[in-house]
């Protein structure tokens, strides 16, 4: 992923995007219903930015176990078990 910087924006349509701060296309995109808004009020931002870092977070960990796994790849390429 590029080194810009990520942006939380609410569209006018009520979709919740994260997006690279110089693009306009969403990486990821949130829709909660009229319920969900009603029940959370104002807090439905906060619980956005959550979402989004968790995701974030669950992301980098599944590219450091796919890195890991790779190193394990290659190290058993160089031995043979019998």
Known sequence: MSSAFLEIVELPDGRIVLRRSEEESALV?????????????ARYIDIAKEMFHAGLLAAGHLA????????DDDDSSEHTLH
């Open 29 to 41: 995109t949130l829709v909660f219903s009229s319920e969900a808004r009603d029940f959370l009020k």
């Open 64 to 71: 450091e176990e796919e890195a890991l796994s790779e190193t």
